[in-house]
Protein backbone atom coordinates (compact mmCIF):
# COMPACT_ATOMS: atom_id res chain seq x y z
CA UNK A 1 0.00 0.00 0.00
CA UNK A 2 1.41 3.33 -0.88
CA UNK A 3 1.87 5.26 2.35
CA UNK A 4 -0.63 7.97 1.98
CA UNK A 5 -0.78 11.11 4.01
CA UNK A 6 -3.32 13.91 3.45
CA UNK A 7 -4.16 17.75 5.05
CA UNK A 8 -7.60 18.32 5.44
CA UNK A 9 -8.08 21.86 6.33
CA UNK A 10 -11.44 23.51 7.04
CA UNK A 11 -12.17 26.78 4.27
CA UNK A 12 -13.33 29.11 7.42
CA UNK A 13 -10.42 31.76 7.19
CA UNK A 14 -7.02 31.80 6.25
CA UNK A 15 -4.29 29.43 7.32
CA UNK A 16 -2.44 30.50 10.40
CA UNK A 17 1.27 29.36 11.31
CA UNK A 18 -0.34 26.50 13.30
CA UNK A 19 -1.76 24.73 10.40
CA UNK A 20 1.21 25.44 8.11
CA UNK A 21 2.89 23.09 10.64
CA UNK A 22 0.59 20.35 10.40
CA UNK A 23 0.95 20.19 6.69
CA UNK A 24 4.34 20.79 6.91
CA UNK A 25 4.92 17.70 8.90
CA UNK A 26 2.19 15.94 7.41
CA UNK A 27 4.23 16.45 4.02
CA UNK A 28 7.15 15.47 5.22
CA UNK A 29 5.86 12.08 7.19
CA UNK A 30 4.46 11.20 3.67
CA UNK A 31 7.01 12.50 0.88
CA UNK A 32 10.15 10.99 3.33
CA UNK A 33 8.26 7.52 2.97
CA UNK A 34 8.17 7.76 -0.88
CA UNK A 35 3.63 8.67 -0.29
CA UNK A 36 2.08 10.62 -1.84
CA UNK A 37 -0.14 13.62 -0.20
CA UNK A 38 -3.85 14.26 -0.32
CA UNK A 39 -5.61 17.58 -0.23
CA UNK A 40 -9.17 17.44 1.15
CA UNK A 41 -11.43 20.84 1.92
CA UNK A 42 -13.57 20.15 4.47
CA UNK A 43 -16.37 22.25 3.92
CA UNK A 44 -19.23 20.74 5.69
CA UNK A 45 -20.01 23.47 7.34
CA UNK A 46 -22.39 25.40 4.88
CA UNK A 47 -22.33 28.51 7.59
CA UNK A 48 -18.65 29.11 7.74
CA UNK A 49 -17.04 27.39 4.38
CA UNK A 50 -16.03 29.77 1.64
CA UNK A 51 -14.77 29.01 -1.64
CA UNK A 52 -12.64 31.99 -1.61
CA UNK A 53 -10.77 30.56 1.55
CA UNK A 54 -10.03 27.35 -0.32
CA UNK A 55 -8.89 29.59 -2.94
CA UNK A 56 -6.48 31.53 -1.01
CA UNK A 57 -5.32 28.16 1.11
CA UNK A 58 -4.44 26.16 -1.99
CA UNK A 59 -2.38 29.27 -3.59
CA UNK A 60 -0.79 29.42 -0.04
CA UNK A 61 -0.05 25.70 -0.12
CA UNK A 62 1.31 26.22 -3.25
CA UNK A 63 3.42 29.39 -2.55
CA UNK A 64 5.40 27.41 0.56
CA UNK A 65 6.16 24.33 -1.69
CA UNK A 66 3.51 22.19 0.01
CA UNK A 67 2.37 20.92 -3.17
CA UNK A 68 -0.60 17.73 -3.07
CA UNK A 69 -1.02 14.67 -5.40
CA UNK A 70 -3.80 14.90 -7.45
CA UNK A 71 -7.10 16.85 -7.44
CA UNK A 72 -8.43 18.49 -4.34
CA UNK A 73 -11.33 16.95 -2.95
CA UNK A 74 -14.06 19.21 -1.28
CA UNK A 75 -16.30 17.37 1.12
CA UNK A 76 -19.71 19.40 0.10
CA UNK A 77 -19.47 17.38 -2.92
CA UNK A 78 -20.08 14.15 -1.25
CA UNK A 79 -23.33 14.25 0.41
CA UNK A 80 -24.67 10.34 -1.50
CA UNK A 81 -21.41 8.56 -0.43
CA UNK A 82 -21.98 9.91 3.70
CA UNK A 83 -25.31 9.14 2.89
CA UNK A 84 -24.54 5.82 2.31
CA UNK A 85 -22.39 5.30 5.69
CA UNK A 86 -24.92 7.22 7.54
CA UNK A 87 -27.21 4.64 6.50
CA UNK A 88 -25.15 1.16 7.47
CA UNK A 89 -24.85 2.95 10.96
CA UNK A 90 -28.90 3.72 10.96
CA UNK A 91 -29.31 0.46 9.95
CA UNK A 92 -26.97 -1.69 12.75
CA UNK A 93 -29.77 0.28 15.40
CA UNK A 94 -26.47 1.89 17.07
CA UNK A 95 -27.52 5.70 16.48
CA UNK A 96 -30.83 7.60 17.85
CA UNK A 97 -32.21 11.13 17.39
CA UNK A 98 -31.01 13.77 19.67
CA UNK A 99 -33.40 16.96 20.09
CA UNK A 100 -31.15 18.70 22.67
CA UNK A 101 -29.92 22.28 22.20
CA UNK A 102 -26.55 23.73 23.15
CA UNK A 103 -28.46 24.97 26.66
CA UNK A 104 -29.75 21.78 27.73
CA UNK A 105 -26.20 20.29 27.04
CA UNK A 106 -24.70 23.34 28.83
CA UNK A 107 -26.87 22.72 31.40
CA UNK A 108 -25.89 18.77 31.65
CA UNK A 109 -22.41 19.34 32.00
CA UNK A 110 -20.66 17.49 34.45
CA UNK A 111 -18.74 19.26 37.07
CA UNK A 112 -15.58 17.35 36.79
CA UNK A 113 -15.25 18.15 33.00
CA UNK A 114 -13.20 21.61 33.95
CA UNK A 115 -11.80 21.51 30.55
CA UNK A 116 -14.77 22.91 28.81
CA UNK A 117 -15.86 19.66 26.90
CA UNK A 118 -19.49 18.40 27.70
CA UNK A 119 -19.65 14.70 28.14
CA UNK A 120 -23.14 13.90 26.28
CA UNK A 121 -24.90 12.06 29.03
CA UNK A 122 -27.49 9.92 26.69
CA UNK A 123 -30.61 12.39 27.29
CA UNK A 124 -32.14 11.62 24.15
CA UNK A 125 -30.74 7.99 23.68
CA UNK A 126 -33.93 6.06 24.86
CA UNK A 127 -37.02 9.18 24.16
CA UNK A 128 -39.04 8.20 21.68
CA UNK A 129 -38.55 9.51 18.05
CA UNK A 130 -40.70 12.88 17.49
CA UNK A 131 -41.09 13.09 13.42
CA UNK A 132 -41.32 16.45 12.16
CA UNK A 133 -38.51 17.63 15.22
CA UNK A 134 -35.72 18.61 13.87
CA UNK A 135 -33.14 16.29 15.32
CA UNK A 136 -29.24 15.58 15.17
CA UNK A 137 -27.91 12.01 15.17
CA UNK A 138 -25.72 10.62 17.89
CA UNK A 139 -23.76 7.66 17.61
CA UNK A 140 -23.51 5.15 20.96
CA UNK A 141 -20.41 4.47 21.99
CA UNK A 142 -19.33 1.39 23.62
CA UNK A 143 -18.19 1.75 27.79
CA UNK A 144 -14.48 0.24 27.44
CA UNK A 145 -11.29 1.35 26.45
CA UNK A 146 -10.43 2.22 23.00
CA UNK A 147 -6.77 1.44 22.88
CA UNK A 148 -4.03 2.85 20.13
CA UNK A 149 -0.47 4.21 19.64
CA UNK A 150 -0.11 7.53 18.75
CA UNK A 151 2.89 7.65 16.36
CA UNK A 152 4.65 10.46 18.70
CA UNK A 153 2.87 10.29 21.82
CA UNK A 154 2.75 6.37 22.53
CA UNK A 155 0.12 4.31 23.58
CA UNK A 156 -3.42 6.02 24.30
CA UNK A 157 -6.15 4.59 25.90
CA UNK A 158 -9.59 6.25 26.03
CA UNK A 159 -13.04 5.36 26.95
CA UNK A 160 -16.10 6.82 24.80
CA UNK A 161 -18.27 6.85 27.39
CA UNK A 162 -16.75 8.67 30.06
CA UNK A 163 -14.64 11.33 28.09
CA UNK A 164 -17.35 12.22 25.14
CA UNK A 165 -20.90 10.10 25.30
CA UNK A 166 -22.62 9.40 22.08
CA UNK A 167 -21.60 11.72 19.73
CA UNK A 168 -23.24 13.56 17.07
CA UNK A 169 -22.55 12.25 13.12
CA UNK A 170 -24.75 14.70 11.74
CA UNK A 171 -26.32 18.10 13.16
CA UNK A 172 -30.00 19.04 13.58
CA UNK A 173 -29.75 20.99 10.35
CA UNK A 174 -28.84 18.07 8.02
CA UNK A 175 -24.80 19.54 7.89
CA UNK A 176 -22.66 16.12 8.32
CA UNK A 177 -20.42 15.99 11.25
CA UNK A 178 -16.67 15.80 10.97
CA UNK A 179 -16.25 12.72 13.24
CA UNK A 180 -18.18 10.99 10.49
CA UNK A 181 -17.19 12.06 7.15
CA UNK A 182 -13.41 12.45 8.09
CA UNK A 183 -13.59 8.63 8.46
CA UNK A 184 -15.17 7.88 5.31
CA UNK A 185 -13.18 9.67 3.50
CA UNK A 186 -9.74 8.77 5.10
CA UNK A 187 -10.90 5.29 4.34
CA UNK A 188 -12.19 6.20 1.01
CA UNK A 189 -8.80 8.01 -0.38
CA UNK A 190 -6.83 5.42 0.52
CA UNK A 191 -4.94 7.40 3.58
CA UNK A 192 -2.41 5.44 5.80
CA UNK A 193 -1.25 7.90 8.34
CA UNK A 194 -2.70 11.05 9.70
CA UNK A 195 -0.73 14.10 11.01
CA UNK A 196 -2.32 16.91 13.13
CA UNK A 197 -2.62 18.84 16.09
CA UNK A 198 -2.77 17.16 19.34
CA UNK A 199 -5.59 19.10 20.20
CA UNK A 200 -7.33 16.17 17.78
CA UNK A 201 -5.85 13.66 20.28
CA UNK A 202 -9.77 12.66 21.19
CA UNK A 203 -10.85 12.74 17.94
CA UNK A 204 -8.69 9.49 17.05
CA UNK A 205 -10.47 7.08 19.67
CA UNK A 206 -13.82 8.68 17.66
CA UNK A 207 -12.87 8.15 14.20
CA UNK A 208 -11.43 4.21 15.33
CA UNK A 209 -14.77 3.62 16.62
CA UNK A 210 -16.89 5.16 13.23
CA UNK A 211 -14.20 3.11 11.65
CA UNK A 212 -14.45 0.25 13.09
CA UNK A 213 -18.60 0.42 12.62
CA UNK A 214 -17.91 0.96 9.28
CA UNK A 215 -15.75 -1.82 8.71
CA UNK A 216 -12.49 0.01 7.67
CA UNK A 217 -9.28 -0.18 9.38
CA UNK A 218 -8.25 2.87 10.27
CA UNK A 219 -4.90 5.03 9.49
CA UNK A 220 -2.00 5.40 11.86
CA UNK A 221 -2.69 8.72 13.92
CA UNK A 222 0.30 10.91 14.25
CA UNK A 223 -0.58 13.91 16.59
CA UNK A 224 1.64 17.02 17.06
CA UNK A 225 2.78 19.76 19.87
CA UNK A 226 0.78 22.79 19.49
CA UNK A 227 2.61 25.82 18.65
CA UNK A 228 2.44 28.07 21.66
CA UNK A 229 4.01 31.78 22.55
CA UNK A 230 6.76 32.53 25.21
CA UNK A 231 3.99 32.44 27.51
CA UNK A 232 3.25 29.37 26.66
CA UNK A 233 -0.45 29.57 25.24
CA UNK A 234 -1.15 28.20 21.94
CA UNK A 235 -0.57 30.64 19.24
CA UNK A 236 -4.21 31.87 18.40
CA UNK A 237 -5.04 34.62 15.56
CA UNK A 238 -4.91 37.26 19.11
CA UNK A 239 -0.92 36.99 18.35
CA UNK A 240 -1.36 38.85 15.12
CA UNK A 241 0.24 38.73 11.94
CA UNK A 242 0.28 35.02 11.81
CA UNK A 243 -2.15 34.36 9.21
CA UNK A 244 -0.77 33.58 6.04
CA UNK A 245 -1.87 37.09 4.58
CA UNK A 246 0.36 38.66 7.04
CA UNK A 247 3.08 36.51 7.18
CA UNK A 248 3.46 36.47 2.81
CA UNK A 249 3.56 40.43 2.77
CA UNK A 250 6.74 40.01 5.61
CA UNK A 251 8.28 36.49 4.40
CA UNK A 252 9.91 34.37 2.04
CA UNK A 253 8.44 31.28 1.96
CA UNK A 254 11.77 29.72 2.83
CA UNK A 255 12.15 31.81 6.09
CA UNK A 256 8.51 30.13 7.22
CA UNK A 257 9.43 26.63 6.38
CA UNK A 258 12.95 27.67 8.40
CA UNK A 259 11.31 28.75 11.45
CA UNK A 260 8.86 25.65 11.29
CA UNK A 261 11.59 23.43 10.58
CA UNK A 262 13.79 24.40 13.52
CA UNK A 263 10.38 24.73 16.10
CA UNK A 264 10.01 21.06 14.66
CA UNK A 265 13.41 20.22 16.17
CA UNK A 266 14.84 19.22 12.19
CA UNK A 267 17.07 22.07 11.96
CA UNK A 268 19.53 23.51 14.90
CA UNK A 269 18.86 27.06 13.59
CA UNK A 270 15.75 29.00 11.84
CA UNK A 271 17.76 29.19 8.56
CA UNK A 272 15.83 29.28 5.43
CA UNK A 273 14.90 26.35 3.89
CA UNK A 274 12.43 24.55 1.50
CA UNK A 275 10.42 21.48 1.97
CA UNK A 276 12.25 19.62 -0.17
CA UNK A 277 15.69 19.99 1.19
CA UNK A 278 14.38 18.83 4.37
CA UNK A 279 13.47 15.50 3.01
CA UNK A 280 16.18 13.57 3.45
CA UNK A 281 17.03 14.01 7.05
CA UNK A 282 13.18 14.14 8.22
CA UNK A 283 12.43 12.00 11.20
CA UNK A 284 9.67 11.48 14.11
CA UNK A 285 12.59 10.83 16.47
CA UNK A 286 13.61 14.15 16.00
CA UNK A 287 10.63 15.96 17.20
CA UNK A 288 9.79 16.75 20.45
CA UNK A 289 7.13 15.81 22.04
CA UNK A 290 6.64 20.32 23.75
CA UNK A 291 7.74 22.78 21.42
CA UNK A 292 10.23 25.57 22.32
CA UNK A 293 7.93 28.83 22.39
CA UNK A 294 7.92 30.44 18.96
CA UNK A 295 9.65 34.32 20.38
CA UNK A 296 8.51 37.73 19.12
CA UNK A 297 12.14 37.93 17.31
CA UNK A 298 11.22 34.84 14.96
CA UNK A 299 9.33 36.61 13.23
CA UNK A 300 9.33 40.42 12.68
CA UNK A 301 5.32 40.33 12.23
CA UNK A 302 4.25 38.86 15.45
N1 LIG B 1 -10.91 20.06 9.10
C1 LIG B 1 -10.27 19.69 10.33
C2 LIG B 1 -9.52 20.89 10.87
O1 LIG B 1 -9.15 21.76 10.10
C3 LIG B 1 -9.35 18.55 10.04
C4 LIG B 1 -8.81 17.85 11.18
C5 LIG B 1 -8.06 16.58 10.75
O2 LIG B 1 -6.94 16.72 10.24
O3 LIG B 1 -8.61 15.50 10.90
O4 LIG B 1 -9.34 21.00 12.07
Redesign the pocket.
Known amino acids: MTPTG ?5 PTGRMHLG ?1 VF ?1 ALL ?1 WLSAKSKGGQWLL ?1 I ?1 DIDPGRSRQCFADQLMDDLEWLGLTWDGKPVYQSERSEIYEHYFEMLRAQGITYPCYCTRADLLATQAPHESDGRVVYPGTCRHLKEQPNKPAATRLIVPDRDITFVDGHYGTQSVNLAHHVGDFIIRRKDGAWA ?1 QLV ?1 VID ?1 ALMGVTE ?4 C ?2 LL ?1 SPQ ?1 MYVAQCLGFTPPQFIHLPLLCNEQGQRLSKRDGGLDMGALRQHHTAPEIIGLLAHLAGLQSSPAPITPEELLPTFSWNRIPTVLPPVKESDLPTL
Do not use: K
Open positions: RFAPSNSSREYVDVVRGDLSQ
